[in-house]
């Protein structure tokens, strides 16, 4: 059972359209961090989110972490074809960071 | 390029085999995780160590280990390797063991047992 629950699991859009990731869990945490891994090759951090309801902006990507630390949102506006890829949410808790199972994200030129 | 290095990128071995991934985490990162990733599973942590000492473990079989030696290099060692065993095998490195754990990933090794 992941710790960390993100969905959809699978999202194709055209470019220049929107869309958002979500990524929830009964815990709470103390930041939590989006991640972006292309095939073959390791994670790399996107964002490190610490405050509840604190939203970061990352040029297209908006970051939101919940009021109660237990959620958080990516929303990519306009996407392009280079933002395909696979995000992954994480968290810290006892000493484990847990990761997410991932959204891949396809954007159709 | 993350300042992460992980050897070796590949590996193909035999079933029964034994073979040791090392990592070198970023410079004054005191932790290092391990996680594995296959195509079912996604990324599953493994093991965390921190300063040398074993922080937390994951879904870790029995026939794998990891240690971290003084100068911060870590190894992870996977014994009476299985078919199933073939995967994608990640280390991370953090300055942090606790709070804000960001995570600075290497760029895999792929181990396929035959």
């Known amino acids: 059972t992941q710790l960390l629950e993100q969905s959809p699991q699978f999202l194709s859009i055209q470019e220049g359209e929107n869309l958002t990731v979500y990524c929830n869990s009964s815990?709470?945490?103390?930041?939590l961090q989006w991640y972006r891994q292309e095939p073959g090759e390791g994670p790399v951090l996107l964002v490190t989110?610490?405050?509840?309801?604190e939203v970061k902006k990352l040029k297209r990507l908006t970051f939101q972490f919940g009021d109660a630390r237990k959620d958080s949102s990516l929303h990519i506006t306009a996407a392009q074809t280079g933002d395909t890829g696979l995000y992954l949410c994480?968290?810290?808790?006892?000493?484990?960071?847990?990761f997410g199972a991932g959204t891949t994200v396809t954007v159709r030129a | 390029d993350s300042g992460v290095t992980q050897t070796p990128k590949h590996l193909i071995t035999a079933t029964g085999q034994r073979v040791t991934l090392r990592c070198s985490p970023r410079?004054?990162?005191?932790?290092v995780y391990w996680y594995q990733q296959s195509l079912d599973q996604g990324l599953q942590f493994l093991i965390h160590y921190y300063n040398g000492e074993e922080r937390a473990k994951g879904n870790i079989l029995e026939r794998f280990s990891a240690q971290q030696f003084p100068d911060l290099h870590s190894e992870l060692n996977l014994s009476s390797l299985e078919l199933g065993d073939s995967a994608l095998y990640f280390c991370a490195s953090s300055p942090r063991t606790r709070g804000n754990t960001e995570a600075f990933f290497g760029q895999g090794t792929r181990l396929t047992v035959v």
């Open positions: 989110v610490v405050t509840g309801g």
């Open positions: 994480a968290g810290a808790y006892d000493y484990k960071l847990s």
């Open positions: 815990s709470v945490f103390s930041s």
């Open positions: 410079s004054g990162d005191l932790s």
